[in-house]
T-cell receptor, first 115, second 113 residues
Framework: DQQVKQNSPSLSVQEGRISILNCDYT??????FLWYKKYPAEGPTFLIS?????DKNEDGRFTVFLNKSAKHLSLHIVPSQPGDSAVYFC??????????????FGKGTKLSVKP | NAGVTQTPKFQVLKTGQSMTLQCAQD?????MYWYRQDPGMGLRLIYY???????DKGEVPNGYNVSRLNKREFSLRLESAAPSQTSVYFC????????????FGPGTRLTVL
């Protein structure tokens, strides 16, 4: 059973507009969440993270929102740029509280930003 | 700094053949990981090594073995390759387990015929 779900396999957005990528999780023990970005023929790279004690974390154009009661997080990219076109993976772990849980990844959402 | 390097980049095997995927990191990280990514799937953890001298199974360890050769190197071995092991394999490293950021290599694309 998938513990981390990204229900949209793909998303297309116009340059300059907002991109919203969604992620749901089922394991209530998860307390730390990450987004990774992956270009073709490259390994994933870390983008942004959030712990369960926060509901928002910002880094430049990227903001992650966490709704613990709904077990839902989202990544907002504003404004979107063509270079943001990539596959975005949501990941979760129980590691924030000191546990050394492994990362559990979603299936990814392919974002296409059109000029 | 090269970060995490993997060899080879591509490999084609016949069913039953064996091979070892190599991974090295130059960030002095304690923890290392092997993942596989299949089409339409996320990354799934095969094995990990919390620190030099230790290895543990991940989510999908069957058909694989690993060796943490030293702090820098972590290899993944397929003793008898099967078509179900056709995948892209990623090695990663981090300072420690838990929430420490994992840094990934470029991947090895393996096809088993």
């Amino acid at each position: 059973d998938q513990q981390v779900k990204q229900n949209s396999p793909s998303l297309s957005v116009q340059e300059g507009r907002i991109s919203i990528l969604n992620c749901d999780y089922t394991n209530s023990m998860f307390d730390y969440f990450l987004w990774y970005k992956k270009y073709p023929a490259e390994g994933p790279t870390f983008l942004i993270s959030i712990s369960s004690i926060k509901d928002k974390n910002e880094d430049g154009r990227f903001t992650v929102f966490l709704n613990k009661s709904a077990k839902h997080l989202s990544l907002h990219i504003v404004p979107s740029q063509p270079g943001d076109s990539a596959v975005y993976f949501c990941a979760a772990t129980e590691g924030y509280g000191g546990s050394q849980g492994n990362l559990i990844f979603g299936k990814g959402t392919k974002l296409s930003v059109k000029p | 700094n090269a970060g995490v390097t993997q060899t080879p980049k591509f490999q084609v095997l016949k069913t039953g053949q064996s091979m070892t995927l190599q991974c090295a990191q130059d960030m002095n990280h304690n923890s290392m990981y092997w993942y596989r990514q299949d089409p339409g799937m996320g990354l799934r953890l095969i094995y990990y090594s919390a620190s030099e001298g230790t290895t543990d199974k991940g989510e999908v360890p069957n058909g694989y073995n690993v060796s943490r050769l030293n702090k820098r190197e972590f290899s993944l071995r397929l003793e008898s390759a099967a078509p179900s092991q056709t995948s892209v394999y990623f090695c990663a490293s981090s300072e420690g387990l838990g929430i420490d950021t994992q840094y990934f290599g470029p991947g090895t694309r393996l096809t088993v015929l």
